[in-house]
Antibody, heavy 120, light 109 residues
Framework: EVQLVESGGGLVKPGGSLRLSCAAS????????MSWVRQAPGKGLEWVGR??????????DYAAPVKGRFTISRDDSKNTLYLQMNSLKTEDTAVYYC???????????WGQGTMVTVSS | QTVVTQEPSFSVSPGGTVTLTCGLSSGSVSTSYYPSWYQQTPGQAPRTLIY???TRSSGVPDRFSGSILGNKAALTITGAQADDESDYYCVLYMGRAWVFGGGTKLTVL
């Protein structure tokens, strides 16, 4: 079964850091382009960032609100995607989803999400 | 700042047809933006419906269809059912970034 399972969410103070993980199974993770998408409480979906497969260069791109604070990485040996979040702000409070990306630039498989709350 | 526009809400009668749209604050949506559509019910992760303008994702019934209508991407639901009552999001690919629309809350009544 194709599956993505996020973990690592929780409560953190403004200015703090948190690392999210996304464990993949049921497909060849090393070949997959991956993305993070978030959703603030009661709000819509927002793209956070993307990482290409290593064979395609492994490069990353980020949305403007998180650029310079968030870092996406991957460990293909562990079939795991990461989102390192630094200098967190209250507006980063959201459910964070990891997703696969298709060759047609669409989000395909979604995890169940992990909640991050930034509050003092 | 690119803004992707969607109707905030829409209603459709059971069995009816509804078309939701996805536009740009400046300019026209074309297939080059690879528009895709997602359905989300409260408390659940999004589900992929349509990608690359008009390709249905695996398992999506054929009453969901995507197209370009005028200068917007469109999602049409034909023969709406009660469990189609959801939030629907479109997203456009901007080359090295993706921008979601604000979503449309569809009511079936």
């Amino acid at each position: 079964e194709v599956q993505l399972v996020e973990s690592g969410g929780g409560l953190v103070k403004p200015g703090g850091s948190l690392r999210l993980s996304c464990a993949a199974s049921g497909f060849t993770f090393s070949n997959a382009w991956m993305s993070w998408v978030r959703q603030a409480p009661g709000k819509g979906l927002e793209w956070v960032g993307r990482i290409k497969s290593k064979t395609d260069g492994g490069t990353t791109d980020y949305a403007a609100p998180v650029k310079g604070r968030f870092t996406i990485s991957r460990d293909d040996s562990k079939n795991t995607l990461y989102l390192q979040m630094n200098s967190l702000k209250t507006e980063d409070t959201a459910v964070y989803y990891c997703t696969t990306l298709t060759a047609q630039a669409a989000f395909d498989i979604w995890g169940q999400g992990t909640m991050v709350t930034v509050s003092s | 700042q690119t803004v992707v526009t969607q109707e905030p809400s829409f209603s459709v009668s059971p069995g009816g047809t509804v078309t939701l749209t996805c536009g740009l604050s400046s300019g026209s949506v074309s297939t080059s933006y690879y528009p895709s559509w997602y359905q989300q019910t409260p408390g659940q992760a999004p589900r992929t419906l349509i990608y690359s303008t008009n390709t249905r994702s695996s398992g999506v019934p054929d009453r969901f269809s995507g197209s370009i209508l005028g200068n917007k991407a469109a999602l049409t639901i034909t023969g709406a059912q009660a469990d189609d009552e959801s939030d629907y999001y479109c997203v456009l690919y901007m080359g090295r970034a993706w921008v979601f629309g604000g979503g449309t809350k569809l009511t079936v009544l």
